[in-house]
Nanobody, 123 residues
Framework: QLVESGGGLVHPGGSRRLSCTASGFVQDYYGIVWFRQAPGKEREAVSCISTTNGTTYFPDSVKGRFTISRDNTKNTVFLQMNGLKPEDTAVYSC??????????????????WGRGTQVTVSS
């Protein structure tokens, strides 16, 4: 399973680091995607780290502000979010797929999903 943590309330311009920790499997061989879903909106892929640690950022709005990384010793993928804006408010969840290279994230069939963590950006 995947467990997300690190969500919470943050002021505009602030930072937050989300964690996606795998249990029951070794995530080294998995590509991991961070998704988010805001109220009343469709889920969107935010960022991906592939099996070979290539990184992709999907919406232009997060490029330069979000950074995805992996720590295999902790079986965890991180999403560092800087310069947060109210429009970043959403439930952030992660998904994993074996030998995945970040293509077609919106429609890909992932092996396992986390339940998500709420991030609220508000003054």
């Amino acid at each position: 399973q995947l467990v997300e943590s690190g969500g919470g309330l943050v002021h505009p311009g602030g930072s937050r680091r989300l964690s996606c920790t795998a249990s029951g499997f070794v995530q080294d061989y998995y590509g991991i995607v961070w998704f988010r879903q805001a109220p009343g909106k469709e889920r969107e892929a935010v960022s991906c780290i592939s099996t070979t640690n290539g990184t992709t950022y999907f919406p232009d709005s997060v490029k330069g502000r979000f950074t995805i990384s992996r720590d295999n010793t902790k079986n965890t993928v991180f999403l560092q979010m800087n310069g947060l804006k109210p429009e970043d408010t959403a439930v952030y969840s992660c998904a994993a797929a074996a030998y995945y290279y970040c293509s077609g994230a919106k429609t890909h069939s992932f092996d396992v999903w986390g339940r998500g963590t709420q991030v609220t950006v508000s003054s």
